[in-house]
């Protein structure tokens, strides 16, 4: 089908590997690049949700059994699971080293970037991996990327300006990990419904005309475009706009065909295409 020559529209969010809004909120995000099929671009922002886990709990008042309960909250709004208790399993301390290394595969390949940053949310929110240079060196391989060369990019003098520069403007935009900014030629819009898919694609379509809505992936085209994702079955439902029980008769059927897993963790089910 053919690009129709619109007004430019993008949806900007500020992102960290180590913050459930990213995970939450990407799968909303997907929906609306799927939905209008390349008509609205998206720009993730690299942010640093933990610049040190003693302050962070200092500043927000949170204990480890709180955090807990508000991770439930963001379960429930936005119905994509992950593992409420991964602050403390993963022993996190700062998300400025992840973050750092997804900032440096966005500078070499930002599509690339895209699957660094979720595989990255996988090991970390999802499954509670602890940090390692073996799990950084596997997942970069994972999304092409060569671990070595992050490391040596992000120890550069300018590459800190850079990445400073990008963090310190989440402020100045208004942003938080926890609202998109919709952008058009003429306006910037915040939007804090980030769970909201209706209320996002009516802003979207009252902003930027002669936009068109296009259709939603199949199962098979959403699983093999993310390879090696942790694709809950939420999302999947999201996504294709399916029942559950299509999305089951979906899966059986492609496993005669791909290498795919199901995993359950946290008593939550997850599709893995393996590659």
């Given at each position: 089908?053919?690009k129709?020559?619109?007004p430019?529209g993008?949806?900007?969010?500020?992102?960290?590997?180590?913050?459930p809004?990213?995970?939450?909120?990407?799968?909303?995000?997907?929906?609306?690049?799927?939905?209008y099929?390349?008509?609205?671009?998206?720009?993730?922002?690299?942010g640093?949700?933990?610049d040190?886990?003693?302050?962070?709990?200092k500043?927000?008042?949170?204990?480890l059994?709180?955090?807990k309960?508000?991770?439930?909250?963001?379960i429930k709004?936005?119905?994509i699971?992950?593992?409420?208790?991964?602050?403390?399993?993963t022993?996190?301390k700062?998300?400025?080293?992840?973050?750092?290394?997804?900032?440096?595969?966005?500078?070499?390949?930002?599509?690339?970037?895209?699957?660094?940053?979720?595989?990255?949310?996988?090991?970390?929110v999802v499954?509670?991996?602890k940090e390692?240079?073996?799990?950084?060196d596997?997942?970069?391989?994972?999304?092409?990327?060569?671990?070595?060369?992050?490391?040596n990019l992000?120890?550069?003098s300018?590459f800190?300006r850079?990445f400073?520069?990008?963090v310190s403007?989440m402020?100045?935009?208004?942003a938080?990990?926890?609202n998109?900014?919709f952008e058009?030629?003429?306006?910037?819009?915040?939007?804090?419904?980030?769970?909201?898919s209706?209320k996002?694609?009516?802003?979207?379509?009252e902003?930027?005309?002669g936009i068109?809505?296009?259709s939603v992936?199949?199962?098979?085209e959403?699983?093999?475009?993310?390879?090696?994702e942790?694709?809950?079955?939420?999302?999947l439902?999201l996504?294709?706009e399916?029942?559950?029980?299509?999305i089951e008769?979906?899966l059986?059927?492609?496993?005669?065909?791909?290498?795919?897993t199901?995993e359950?963790?946290?008593?939550?089910?997850?599709?893995?295409?393996?590659?």
């Amino acid at each position: 089908m053919a690009k129709i020559e619109i007004p430019s529209g993008k949806i900007i969010h500020y992102v960290d590997p180590y913050c459930p809004w990213t995970l939450c909120a990407e799968p909303y995000i997907r929906k609306v690049e799927y939905e209008y099929d390349g008509m609205i671009k998206v720009e993730y922002r690299c942010g640093v949700a933990v610049d040190n886990i003693d302050t962070w709990f200092k500043e927000t008042g949170f204990t480890l059994d709180s955090v807990k309960s508000f991770h439930k909250s963001i379960i429930k709004k936005s119905k994509i699971p992950f593992d409420e208790a991964f602050i403390e399993k993963t022993g996190l301390k700062t998300s400025l080293n992840a973050s750092k290394l997804y900032f440096a595969s966005k500078l070499i390949n930002e599509k690339n970037s895209r699957k660094f940053l979720r595989l990255l949310l996988d090991s970390f929110v999802v499954k509670s991996e602890k940090e390692s240079q073996e799990l950084f060196d596997r997942l970069a391989k994972n999304s092409n990327f060569n671990y070595n060369e992050l490391v040596n990019l992000s120890s550069s003098s300018s590459f800190q300006r850079r990445f400073l520069k990008e963090v310190s403007s989440m402020q100045v935009e208004g942003a938080t990990f926890y609202n998109f900014i919709f952008e058009t030629l003429n306006d910037k819009i915040v939007i804090d419904d980030i769970f909201d898919s209706n209320k996002l694609e009516s802003i979207i379509e009252e902003n930027v005309t002669g936009i068109q809505k296009q259709s939603v992936p199949k199962v098979e085209e959403y699983l093999k475009e993310h390879e090696n994702e942790m694709i809950s079955l939420n999302e999947l439902e999201l996504i294709t706009e399916k029942s559950r029980k299509d999305i089951e008769n979906d899966l059986e059927k492609l496993r005669t065909r791909y290498s795919i897993t199901r995993e359950r963790v946290n008593d939550y089910d997850y599709i893995i295409l393996v590659k």
